[in-house]
């Protein structure tokens, strides 16, 4: 198993799926500490959600985290933490000028991803987490975007059209691609725990809007304003995906349809589904031109996470950091 490298750490997810990427050396003594970078402590609840929040993702892919694995999954995302705080701590020292708009900007887009303000605050309420907190949260991850590309990334060289070729032709037999379709869905949850009549109210609900979406109307309004997941902002876009990436009943039910076709009402773990297949491709084997793109934006990721690195390798010389 092989959990998101440090670039993504240093992307500040963790604020944008809803839990602390570091906790200030004001934190309440009552909570313990997992780890201390020079005298900052990581709270144990904020590793405990990270990694709670990171089994939980997997299983929305149909991805089952074992328990012989979760030790080291923990350890894992403590190093990301602890890499993420350094970063942080550094950022502080350089001119960034005023984010308070990028943090703005950020908590209106994830606000977006729940639907509604009341679902938000729902989420909010569920996890614990204080509205001020996530805000200073997106700014410590916006801070460390901002550090980054000013004074880490702006040095990188770019990528060259030789380059491009050559890592193509390098990896060409690795391009085939089987069957993928693109779909969008409207879901309307019923958890593993919900009661019968939650889940009787939550079928009633999805299928009045299958109804709908069979009489005509625009499927991608239909998601934005019903869907209860973060792609309800996309109109329910999940892009596209092949067989082994979805949960089974979930890709079973997609696989299964026509380009334009809608499906019946789909149960998985999460709830009920209407989905929209919006195209197929068939397997072929990608070429240059589909995959330039992406073979660009893998090299200069590429880069970034070098120079990610090496800028980690250098403060951990000189930080003090204790695993608690």
Not at 271 to 292: C, F, M, N, P, Q
Request: charged letters at 35%.
């Amino acid at each position: 198993m092989r959990i998101r490298n440090i670039w993504f750490a240093a992307a500040a997810f963790i604020a944008i799926v809803l839990f602390s990427i570091v906790s200030s050396d004001a934190a309440s003594q009552k909570e313990g500490f997992a780890a201390k970078v020079n005298g900052v402590g990581i709270k144990k609840t904020t590793l405990d959600a990270a990694v709670n929040n990171f089994i939980e993702n997997q299983k929305m892919f149909g991805t089952a985290v074992k328990e012989e694995e979760k030790d080291k999954l923990r350890k894992d995302i403590l190093n990301e933490l602890v890499s993420a705080e350094l970063l942080y701590q550094e950022s502080q020292k350089a001119s960034l000028g005023d984010l308070s708009k990028d943090v703005d900007s950020q908590l209106g887009n994830i606000k977006k991803g729940f639907g509604s303000d009341q679902e938000f605050q729902k989420v909010l309420k569920e996890r614990g987490i204080e509205l001020k907190d996530l805000k200073e949260d997106i700014k410590k991850g916006i801070s460390i975007n901002a550090y980054l590309e000013k004074n880490v990334f702006s040095k990188l060289s770019p990528v060259t059209e030789d380059e491009k070729k050559q890592e193509y032709e390098a990896n060409k037999d690795k391009l085939d691609v089987p069957d993928e379709v693109k779909a969008s869905h409207v879901l309307i949850k019923a958890g593993e725990k919900a009661t019968p009549e939650e889940k009787q109210k939550a079928k009633e609900k999805i299928e009045a809007l299958r109804t709908r979406a069979m009489s005509g109307e625009d499927f991608a309004k239909l998601a934005k304003e019903n869907s209860e997941d973060g792609s309800a902002s996309n109109g329910g876009d999940l892009g596209y995906f092949r067989k082994g990436q979805m949960v089974k009943s979930f890709e079973d039910a997609a696989f299964g349809l026509e380009k334009d076709q809608i499906s019946p009402v789909v149960e998985t773990q999460f709830g009920y589904h209407v989905i929209k297949v919006t195209d197929k491709k068939a397997a072929h084997t990608l070429t240059y031109e589909e995959v330039s793109k992406d073979i660009e934006k893998f090299l200069i990721d590429k880069r970034k996470r070098d120079e990610v690195n090496k800028t980690l390798d250098a403060l951990k010389k000189n930080a003090k950091i204790e695993i608690i």
